[in-house]
């Protein structure tokens, strides 16, 4: 178990994001007053138009997303596994992700006058200059953190011997079964990807998008670099799907490479069946 804890790190992705609302306890006041109601809701103030955070939106969704492909689960705190051997592509990545993140913020931190102008009309009465926080930039941020995966042996607490044994089977045992999970979750992406195409490529006439396809080539690429138990199995079923990437073009105009596309997925599908029990939706 030691030599896995070296072959990974624990990350986390932390997003923050002015959420642009202020919840307004005169106007809900008012509210209820009016039509009779009493804590029948709750009204939120949007401070500036949406079409003004569509950027920095669209950038933290896409480091999310990243995030959640690039990693395998781990535990229920936010911590996800990232294997070493993902780790330059990794970082690279979150790298681009935060220039972009901070030329949005430097966008959105020039036009922020303008839009608290804007704000005077569009609110009335309802604006109130305190709802604006003085120093925006602060309120966006991306960062990546990582954490070295517990070891069980390295355990420096007051407790007598025998005790200290059964914790480390403990987490030895609790360790092993994140691991298995994260290996599983290999298997999931690819029998999800493997199952959708096949599903497409089985019907004669269905129209896909050419993601059918890139999807396949993209999993053939990350997932060697997160599989982080060496597991032979996962390396033969990526040299098995990389024979699956042809021009997408080509096989919407010929049946009978379409028919031998869909029988190749099938193929490797049945050889997962055999080593594992594939997720049902």
């Known amino acids: ?9 624990l990350a986390n992705l932390i997003i923050c994001q002015w959420s642009a609302r202020k919840y307004d306890k005169t106007a809900t ?24 955070l569509e950027a920095l939106q669209k950038i933290a969704t896409k480091a999310r997303q990243f995030h959640y492909d690039n990693t395998l689960p781990w535990g229920d705190n936010g911590d996800r596994l990232l294997p070493t051997d993902n780790y330059f592509a990794y970082t690279a990545q979150v ?31 309802l604006f109130n200059r305190t709802d604006y926080p003085s120093f925006i930039s602060d309120r966006f941020q991306i960062k990546a953190s990582f954490m ?32 298995a999970g994260a290996t599983k979750n290999i298997f999931e992406r690819m029998h999800d990807v ?19 396809f890139e999807n396949v080539r993209d999993l053939v690429e990350l997932l060697p670099r997160l599989n982080v ?3 032979e199995t996962i390396t033969e079923l990526c040299q098995d799907m990389a024979s699956l990437y042809v021009d997408p073009q080509k096989v ?26 594939p997720v049902t939706a």
């Open 1 to 9: 178990m030691k030599n896995l804890t070296e072959k990974a790190l």
């Open 29 to 52: 006041k008012e509210v209820n007053e009016t039509h009779g109601a009493q804590d029948a809701g709750r009204f939120n103030k949007i401070l500036v138009g949406k079409q003004h």
């Open 95 to 125: 790298a681009q992700l935060k220039n972009d993140w901070e030329i949005a913020v430097n966008r959105f931190e020039m036009d922020y006058p303008g839009m608290i102008i804007e704000a005077q009309r569009t609110l009335g009465t």
């Open 148 to 179: 070295p995966v517990p070891d069980a042996e390295d355990i420096r607490v007051n407790l007598s011997e025998g005790e200290v044994n059964t914790l480390r089977r403990n987490i030895s045992a609790e360790l092993e079964e994140r691991f």
């Open 194 to 212: 493997l199952g959708k195409m096949l599903s497409r490529l089985s019907e004669k006439d269905a129209i896909f998008k050419d993601s059918l």
């Open 229 to 231: 138990t060496g597991d």
């Open 252 to 277: 919407r105009t010929s049946q009978s490479l379409r028919a031998e596309k869909a029988e190749e997925v099938d193929q490797i599908l049945k050889k997962m069946d055999a080593f594992f029990s």
